[in-house]
């Protein structure tokens, strides 16, 4: 558990996560001792790849540091909110709100998530100088010891150290902060998934090119602009009226971007073979890319009803192309999809159909990257205000339309997951549920917050809200409540709450400080964590995701924790009886057959766990054939 992790992460070198992925993928480039064979892996992918040496890296102070931080395990548990988490419109949720940092908390989502979240979206302090950022992290490195772990001059990493504990609001700061949380992310997106991150100017082009060296400039998919503002008089020289959205994706080439319904289209015409309405656009492709020149394999004749060969021109002088290739253009001629039509001056024009929707059916066109329609920051605040009885509770919370625009452009469908891991007000929650209430969907979000403290005096403090998250639980209740009033809509309104802790230093030096070889079983640090928060823990470690349920099996006193493949021991005086009953049940109980046994070390004697360890192996022999793990962890 903790104790291993801590040992795990004096060890982790800045490039863990990048080895670890050529490990996976190139094994037989690295050696038998594990060193990295370069000469090697470059024959692996010679004539398969275009190296360039033209490329270029965004660099700054932190950058290695941020890629040891993306690389270390967290060493926060996760305590459930039990009583929260049991009420009726909770305990069947697929909904999760973490209260905790957002850095811990993407370790954790991963070790059960990775590749399996469609959608990020992300409101980031934008470093405006007067927003509160400042960088601050809990991590005790040395001069010397980050020295060694970056190899680099131990002046350089005093200057690292200095950045991260001054509380620096700098572009390095920031994107030090930020680099490390969006190297997780990414790893969070299925291979269609997209991220929006919400930003403004003064850190839009860093943020640009820290994108581009985590997704890949191949990735970028547009710079979304929002008329976040009203345009007031907060900047010197001109108006602020926009903000901006960044948008990547994990692979733009598996990305499906959604599409706007057309909405009161007019269809003029009426085609008598098909017996449906009709409207028309030029064949002839017209703006960016039109000219021959751009598309020459689009440039071809087409015969017309009286014989004439019809080209696409722009001008009488200008040659430009068609919409379709040659192959396509013909078939489109011969189904009655395209129209000739002769102007004013006895010339061919060739127009395409385009038929109105049949019932069920409808137009589509793409978004723009101009976001005008969307509400801004005054509708976010008016949202929360009318949520909460006329308090002001949050400062710029987005318009639950501009989320629930994104969630449109990303395409979500049913049982996708979306994540904010800076949920702030959770105008994300609302924006979720209000679309699944409108078309029925199921999508789920996953709310990470920071428990920051509300400023004193303020309408949150006054309203009894200490924390942001609790501002966050609370919006979701009551946007809950009118969007079951306003739709009656039978959707999962409920979340599941948990709670990252992590351990004082007198529990952190009791764990560095235990002896596996003890005759005793240590309870006090079974006590300190608690029976549910260690298995909470260890079920997201193994991949089971938040809110998984385990099954009680009791054997002769003890009572152990049975979910898919593995087997949770965490209380102490498991006896030999208890081991004879666990044993019978594997043999009686044909569904009973997790391969892992997983012991809370603190709870058992080396004398226990070999017990337990010998005993097992008998089960190879069995009709089963079963090999158990025995996983002890500390």
């Known amino acids: 558990m903790i104790k291993s992790i801590l040992t795990q992460n004096e060890q982790t070198a800045p490039n863990a996560r990048e080895m670890e992925i050529l490990r996976r993928h190139f094994p037989r480039c690295f050696t038998k001792e594990g060193t990295f064979d370069i000469d090697l892996f470059k024959s692996q992918i010679q004539d398969k790849v275009n190296i360039t040496h033209e490329g270029y890296d965004l660099n700054f102070l932190g950058k290695n540091y941020a890629k040891l931080l993306s690389s270390m395990d967290t060493t926060t548990v996760i305590q459930p909110d039990e009583e929260h988490n049991a009420l009726p419109e909770n305990a069947n949720s697929q909904n999760i709100y973490i209260s905790g940092d957002n850095l811990d908390g993407l370790k954790h989502l991963l070790k059960s998530y990775a590749g399996a979240v469609k959608c990020i979206y992300i409101d980031p302090p934008y470093n405006t100088g007067t927003d509160g950022f400042v960088y601050n992290d809990r991590f005790t490195f040395t001069a010397e010891e980050l020295s060694a772990k970056l190899s680099i001059g131990e002046e350089q990493a005093a200057k690292i150290l200095d950045l991260t504990r001054r509380g620096s609001a700098s572009h390095s700061a920031w994107l030090t902060f930020m680099a490390c949380r969006l190297q997780l992310a990414r790893d969070l997106l299925t291979d269609d998934g997209v991220i929006f991150i919400s930003i403004d100017d003064n850190e839009q082009a860093n943020l640009k090119l820290l994108c581009d060296s985590i997704f890949g400039e191949e990735n970028y ?64 492709k017209w703006g960016a890319n039109s000219k021959r020149s751009d598309r020459p394999n689009l440039y071809f004749s087409v015969t017309a009803p009286d014989g004439r060969e019809v080209f696409p021109m722009l001008s009488a002088t200008e040659e430009g192309c068609w919409r379709w290739g040659q192959k396509k253009m013909n078939e489109e001629i011969r189904n009655g999809n395209v129209e000739f039509v002769l102007n004013e001056n006895e010339e061919w024009v060739v127009y395409q159909k385009i038929y ?73 929650a609302q924006a979720v549920m209000q679309l699944n209430a409108e078309d029925g969907g199921s999508r789920r979000y996953i709310m990470v917050q920071l428990p920051e403290e509300t400023p004193e005096n303020s309408e949150a403090r006054w309203a009894g809200y200490n924390t942001i998250d609790q501002i966050g639980q609370e919006r979701i209740r009551r946007a809950t409540a009118k969007i079951k009033a306003e739709t009656g809509a039978d959707i999962d309104y409920g979340f599941k709450h948990y709670t990252l802790a992590e351990p004082d230093a007198n529990t952190l030096d009791q764990l560095e400080n235990f002896d596996p070889n003890a005759i005793f079983a240590d309870e006090t640090v079974l006590e300190k964590f608690g029976k549910s928060t260690i298995l909470e823990t260890w079920l997201v470690r193994d991949g089971y995701g938040f809110g998984a349920s385990a099954n009680e099996v009791k054997l002769d006193n003890y009572t152990a924790y049975h979910y898919d493949k593995h087997l949770y021991l965490i209380d102490v005086e498991f006896t030999e009886k208890d081991l004879a009953k666990l044993i019978d049940r594997y043999n009686a109980d044909a569904a009973f057959c997790p391969e892992n046994i997983v012991i809370f070390g603190y709870s058992f004697t080396f004398t226990q766990t070999e017990m337990l360890r010998k005993n097992t192996i008998v089960l190879r022999d069995g009709d089963k054939n079963l090999k158990i793990n025995i996983d002890v962890r500390y």
């Open 221 to 284: 998919v547009s710079n979304i602009v929002w008329k976040g503002k009203g345009g007031g008089a907060d900047n010197k020289y001109l108006m602020q009226s926009f903000e901006f959205v960044l948008m990547c994706a994990k692979n733009k080439d598996s990305f499906v971007i959604g599409e706007e319904k057309k909405e009161n289209e007019v269809f003029p015409k009426f085609d008598e073979v098909k017996k449906r309405k009709y409207k028309t656009q030029l064949a002839r």
């Open 356 to 428: 109105e929707p049949l019932e069920g059916e409808y137009n589509t066109r793409k978004y723009s990257n101009i976001l005008e329609d969307v509400g801004n920051t005054a509708q976010g605040t008016k949202e929360v205000k009318e949520l909460f009885g006329g308090n002001k509770l949050f400062d710029f919370p987005k318009p639950v339309s501009l989320i629930f625009r994104l969630v449109q452009i990303a395409a979500l469908k049913d049982d996708d997951i979306i994540i904010d891991f800076f949920s702030g007000s959770a105008t994300t």
